[in-house]
């Protein structure tokens, strides 16, 4: 069982930044491939970021690239997203997620997740 947690949401303001954080629980996070995903009132939850247990495969939702940053350190058991030049449509919760096997787009490549942590962006 891997136990994650989110942190640094908030309200921002439209071409802001937010850095968020997911603490894992355990001993074996570097095992991990880990990801974010999003969900907006109404929409479907949504593929954003997701980052390798080594860190040397990444990929990102197309329309967050160059925007958005993922990153860990296994020695924290954390990774992050560091999020530049917010824009209104990334306002939704923001899921930490994490998989024993291979990093995937896809949510049910994920075996563990967070509960979310809420960014709004505004205008």
């Known amino acids: 069982q891997v136990q994650l947690v989110e942190s640094g949401g908030g309200l921002v303001q439209a071409g802001g930044s937010l850095r968020l954080s997911c603490a894992a629980s355990?001993?074996?996070?570097?095992?991990?491939?880990m990801g974010w995903f999003r969900q907006a009132p109404g929409k479907e939850r949504e593929f954003v970021a997701a980052i390798s247990w080594s860190g040397g495969s990444i990929y990102y939702l197309d329309s967050v690239k160059g925007r958005f940053t993922i990153s860990r350190d296994n020695a924290k058991n954390t990774v992050y997203l560091q999020m530049n030049s917010l824009k209104l449509e990334d306002t939704a919760v923001y899921y930490c997620a994490a998989t024993g096997r291979g990093i995937r787009r896809v949510s049910d490549g994920y075996d563990y997740w967070g509960q979310g942590t809420q960014v709004t962006v505004s205008s």
């Open positions: 355990g001993r074996s996070f570097s095992s991990y491939g």
